[in-house]
């Protein structure tokens, strides 16, 4: 049998390894996990959730706490519509959050970044544009945008310098949705550079309604193949979602995808940015721990570890300092349910939500754990200390057990003193 090493994704000019680290919001696909796996000749992604509260984590600005100074005043009221984004600030994280990154790339591979376009941030064709165009500024290898398609969002970056040479992908779950965008684009004459076709055992929001059970990723694989063939159109495809060994991997590659993206395997990294004691929860979960819910207030399902601290918790809306899944009109399907059960039950300090949570909060805190289907299988992928625990792996371990392993075989790590 072949291993993944057999094959090679072009882009352009460049020749990789076909793995991509696919994004995962918010800095939980630090750079440092992108970097190592740019440097083993892969494509690495961060992303741009919620920048601005990373860049204060990470380069110790202040854009949160600002933020919410200006807007304090409207902290107990129920419209969130005044609460904006500054857009130079938050270019300017952007860039810092970017640079930063590209500054300390070595190796063949690329860094790409994860653009949720769900994010809508109370102005979303604005806030979508100054992200793109600040994370081409700052020397992004690509951008892949996710979650909530933006038909135009090629548009909205077209007359930067980068717009041709950068590369751009989107991710998609379906032929239908790959068609609109294509023919929305078609405008600008620019073809993505690759389509990431994300199947319904991913982690993060799913493309799929609650009937996400019905699909297969490779029959839809199979069909976008199809199509692009018969449309004599060239794009690279990368399979994503449920990907858990090299040989899963090679079973893509060789039914006609360039690459594919992986995460969940890499969520129990030590370079991964949840914190260690999260990671340990990961490698806990059960299958049965494992739920797609309808938490999320995006409307998109998503998949999450059941015991997470997100669900049912009836914390106030955070929009005056965080506020990124604020509609155009400042709504968020949160803000509506928190209201109603205060409104329910007077005078209780705490009330339980139990049908949507406050991702940005819960997000921001590393306590919505959203995971992957096979999340129950990392288990199997390390080795257990004395103590119970599971050791971590590093990010270079799970690349290259990806890239080389063959047999549906997942290599354990030398056991730490
Ligand atoms: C913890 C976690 C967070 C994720 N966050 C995002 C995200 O912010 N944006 C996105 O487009 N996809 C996100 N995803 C989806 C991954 O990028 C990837 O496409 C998918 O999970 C691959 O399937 P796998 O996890 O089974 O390997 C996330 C996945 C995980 C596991």
């Given at each position: 049998m072949k291993c993944v090493d057999d094959f090679r994704l072009r882009l352009g000019e460049h020749e990789l390894v076909p793995i991509m680290q696919g994004g995962m919001g918010v800095d939980i696909s630090t750079a440092s996990l992108a970097l190592e796996v740019a440097r083993l000749g892969g494509i690495g992604h961060i992303s741009d959730a919620m920048v601005p509260t990373v860049a204060d984590r990470r380069f110790n600005t202040k854009y949160v706490k600002n933020k919410l100074k200006q807007y304090k005043f409207n902290v107990e009221n129920t419209d969130k519509s005044v609460v904006k984004f500054d857009l130079q600030e938050l270019a300017d994280a952007t860039r810092m959050h970017v640079r930063s990154a590209m500054d300390a790339k070595q190796g063949n591979g690329l860094i790409f970044i994860n653009c949720m376009e769900k994010l809508t941030m109370n102005a979303p064709k604005e806030t979508l544009k100054v992200r793109m165009h600040a994370a081409l500024d700052a020397g992004i290898d690509g951008i892949t945008l996710a979650a909530g398609l933006h038909l135009g969002s090629f548009a909205l970056i077209e007359d930067h310098p980068r717009f041709r040479e950068a590369k751009l992908g989107i991710i998609v779950s379906s032929l239908r949705a790959l068609q609109l965008f294509l023919k929305k684009t078609a405008r600008t004459k620019r073809q993505p550079d690759y389509v990431v076709i994300e199947g319904p055992l991913a982690g993060g929001h799913l493309g799929f309604g609650m009937d996400w059970d019905q699909y297969n990723l490779a029959d839809i694989v199979v069909e976008i193949r199809d199509w692009l063939k018969a449309e004599n159109l060239d794009i690279p495809l990368i399979a994503a979602g449920g990907i858990f060994t090299g040989s899963d991997a090679v079973r893509f590659l060789e039914m006609g995808a360039s690459g594919v993206q992986v995460a969940t395997r890499f969520t129990v990294t030590h370079e991964c940015g949840l914190p260690d004691k999260i990671k340990q929860e990961y490698f806990r979960?059960?299958?049965?721990d494992i739920e797609v819910n309808q938490l999320s207030p995006t409307g998109y399902p998503m998949r999450m570890i059941k015991q997470c601290p997100a669900i049912g918790d009836g914390i106030r809306p955070n929009c005056e300092a965080y506020g990124y899944l604020l509609d155009a009109s400042g709504s968020c399907q949160y803000i509506e349910a928190y209201n109603r059960e205060v409104a329910a039950h007077p005078g209780e300090r705490r009330v339980k939500v139990m049908?949507?949570?406050?991702l940005c909060t819960h997000m921001r805190n590393f306590d919505c754990w959203t995971c992957g289907q096979y999340t129950y299988r990392l288990k199997d992928t390390t080795v257990r200390k004395a103590d119970g625990s599971y050791q971590l792996l590093s990010a270079e371990h799970v690349f290259r057990d990806y890239q080389f392993s063959k047999d549906d075989q997942i290599a354990l790590p030398a056991v730490e003193a």
């Open positions: 979960a059960d299958e049965e049908d949507k949570t406050c």
